[in-house]
Structures are given as structure tokens and as C-alpha cells.
């Protein structure tokens, strides 16, 4: 483990990660489970696959976020 990593930024990232791969894989759902109280009609396809690729850039800047530190030590 990287020297500069803490528990508590590992913790954050994790979760930030994880629900950036919910986002990828089920959209749809999440939108169901996070937002759907607040809207009166489901959005369009090209929300949820707006939602989709941010779910997906979160998990490379997640991933770059830790990796890089052991890129670097080479």
C-alpha cells in the first residue's frame, strides 16, 4: 500500500468506485433507487447513458487515483 493512502480516503474511494460501477452496469436502477421520488416520468435513454459514462470515468480517475502511486515508485 502506497505511503500517502489512509483508511478513511481508501474507504471514500471504494465507495465512490463501487457506485460509479452501479452506475455503469444498472443506470437505470440506480436512477429507480436514488431519484425516481422526485421526477413525475422516467428521463431519456440519453440520460441514463450519460449517467452510464460518468459512472465509467469515475472508476478510471478511482483507478488512476491508485495506481499512480505505484507507477510512480517504478
Known sequence: MPKGLTIIPM????FIFFTGLLNAVYPKRMWEIFE???ATREP???FFML???AGIVAMIV?????LFPYLMSK
Open 11 to 14: 474507504i471514500i474511494a471504494s
Open 36 to 38: 425516481s421520488w422526485k
Open 44 to 46: 431519456t435513454n440519453a
Open 51 to 53: 449517467r452510464r459514462i
Open 62 to 66: 478511482i483507478l488512476a487515483m491508485f
